[in-house]
């Protein structure tokens, strides 16, 4: 996801304008106390045979499922889509559920609704496009008085074997009662829906209807509705939809989009009629780029426009297409859409395809052109680095830029270029491994999914042909080339800043982006390079994507499978980052030989003045002009705020030097070096 602040700048601008100077610190003599960041840990949610103690799956772990048919059609002189949905519901859990909850994201549209009112308020930013990462282009151009406003869903039957249900819609939650309770352990049942809503204009946020030179694009997702999670933490999770983002049970669904004869139509998942809505030559196009790595025209610049492009001259095209498993779909359909695509090098030889649409205009050697190799590299890196992909297509749209991504497809600007494009590309389709593969629950711990996604894509920014966007931290953390770690320090200076366990609705956008995706990736990086080192991070953060893949997973999960799976009591730094905003202060008060002699040892005086402290390296410069490093482990501080340590010297020593790579978010590195006497 994307944040509405210029292209040109990052949460390190903003912070700079809108936060505490960095050098303000806390008394010296009180701040830290050990006993505090020290002690045992209660996580928000405890271990049980549902969720085990080492962060699992519990052998009497359930899931409920939510499988979907859906008939859709877009009817271009009205701007609405009508749908005909029929949802199979399998309540996996323990208890009898007597009615159901859907989610109704389209509601959000209302003038009327929640989201709506609170926005007007000025509480939480703008639910339209809570995507992360920049603002909207300078064009597209959009409407003097944009459609931000529709009434919503309009629901024309919710039926169960084909008789109608009793209902309550209210806000962007829909209530079904049934007449017999749906059992535990099993039971199943199907619920039709059949619905249409107006599309809202451009600039709706993440779903949109975005004008090009040859036609509008319709960018529709959250375009039917979704069956509400039911867990064992809270029974039916029924947040409204303000703005954050989605919890969802995985499945199967099987959908069709019917629209004009002229339309290409790019979605989740598997098109499984092609032979019915694409020509030949586009048929074996498709098939020359799946043996392709280079990207392969499937319908050309010149050829958008041209009705021999089409299968048919006139009426109405159905496109069908199919995914599992995945927790929800999206497609965008136009008659504008030049299409390329490539292949995707998967682990253990198995491949998938990249694919790009976008209109005429995105055409460029520096622009979308090369979306699709952009594509290709993310999706190769991710998959070979963490999980492999799991769906047989990827596609990129060129739209209006809502910087916004659904299973198998990713919404993006089509004025995006360079590295930009790659940025957002890669950012986006990183959205596959969190939330889509891992399903956490983005509307109250959004850090599962920013934070997590924004770390992966370090990695891939410096493996993307050779470095060639490299490095992340200075495109995004530190614009200005400065160091990443520094960035952060007026974020852990600001006593009001929320912390990244705050519910994603109750961070501002002052702090959201700041927070929840700098912090909270910047946190991952430090975990992985500094306390834990890559040995065993990478082999624990493998095992928690692939232990839950397709599951729903709560941050005291997370913490649990990393202490168990890299062996590291972390209940300090899960305190001190994530359940605090606590700064760190550390340095060098004195040196002396012990019996002042060199060859005998040199005693090392400590301090830290800020509640957090981590790891760090001590680097001791000799007179010979040698030098070693030393670890400090966290434990050197478990008894006080000024500790000593002992360390080999056996020669003189002109300078000790602590963190001296500028590794960590030190509040102060005034006390950071210390010159022998």
Known sequence: MKVWIPASLCCALALAACLPAATQTAPASTAFDPQALFAPLQLPNPATAIRDGAGR????????????????????????????????????SPDALDALWLQLDQNAYRADSRGALTRSAGSAGDGRNRSGLRGPPATPPRPEKPNLSTEGYQLDAVELDGKPLHYLADDTRL????????????????????????????WGGRTAITPTRNGEIYEIAQWFPRMAVYD????????????????????????????????????????????????????QRLA??????????????????????????????????????????????????????????????????????????AVGADKWDRSTEYLKGALEHFSSKWAPYP??????????????????????????????????????????????MVGSNERREAFMDE?????????????????????KRDGEYAPGGGNPVDEILPLLADANAPTLMAMPDTISEKYRHPLT????????????????GPARFDPAFRRYIATWSWK?????????????????????????????????????????????????????????????????????????????????????????????????????????????????PDADRGNNAFRMP
């Open 57 to 92: 799956p519990g052998s009497a772990f359930w899931q409920n499922r939510a499988d979907y048919a859906i008939r859709a059609r877009i009817d271009p002189a009205t701007r609405s889509l009508h749908g005909d949905e029929t949802i199979t519901y399998t309540n996996h």
């Open 175 to 202: 209530r079904v009662d049934l007449p017999t309770a749906l059992r535990g352990h099993g039971g199943q049942l199907k619920l039709r829906i059949r619905y249409h809503y107006t599309v809202p204009g451009t």
């Open 232 to 283: 064992d933490l809270r029974g039916w999770d029924t947040l409204p939809y303000l703005g954050s983002e989605f919890y969802l049970e995985y499945g199967t669904i099987d959908y069709s989009v019917t629209v004009p004869w002229n339309w290409i139509v790019a979605g989740s998942g598997e098109l499984v009629n092609p032979a019915e809505v694409l020509t030949p030559a586009q048929r």
């Open 288 to 361: 020359q780029a799946a043996q392709s790595d280079a990207t392969v025209y499937i319908r050309k610049p010149e050829e958008v426009g041209d009705p021999a492009s089409r299968p048919t001259r006139a009426g109405t095209q159905t496109w069908r297409f199919h995914m599992s498993p995945t927790r929800d779909v999206a497609f965008a359909a136009s008659p504008a859409f030049v299409w390329d695509a490539a292949r995707v090098n998967l682990p253990d030889g198995k491949h998938a395809l990249a694919m790009s649409v976008y209109p005429a205009e």
């Open 391 to 436: 769906w047989p297509v990827a596609i990129n749209l060129g739209g209006h830029g809502a910087g916004m991504e659904y299973p198998g497809i990713v919404f993006d600007g089509f004025n995006d270029g360079g590295k930009f494009l790659f940025w957002i590309t890669a950012h986006e389709i990183g959205h596959t491994w969190f939330p889509m």
């Open 451 to 471: 934070a997590f996604n924004t770390f992966i894509d370090v990695y891939a920014q410096d493996a993307f042909n050779h470095g060639e966007y490299a490095p």
């Open 517 to 532: 995706y700098f912090k909270g990736a910047l946190g991952l990086v430090l975990l992985r390079e500094q306390i834990l």
């Open 552 to 664: 729903h997973p709560t941050s005291s999960d997370f913490f649990r499978f990393m202490e168990s799976a890299a062996g590291e009591d972390l209940s300090w730094w899960w305190r001190g980052w994530y359940f605090n905003n606590w700064q760190l202060d550390l340095g060098i008060t004195g040196a002396s030989y012990v019996d002042n002699d060199p060859a005998k040892g040199l005693k090392v005086q400590l301090a830290s003045r800020q509640k957090l402290v981590m790891p760090a390296t001590l680097r001791i410069a000799f007179a010979d002009g040698s030098q070693r490093d030393v670890r400090v482990p966290v434990e050197a501080w478990r008894y006080g705020a000024t500790p000593s340590i002992s360390v080999d010297s056996h020669q003189p020593v002109t300078q000790l030097s602590l963190d001296p790579d500028h590794a960590l």
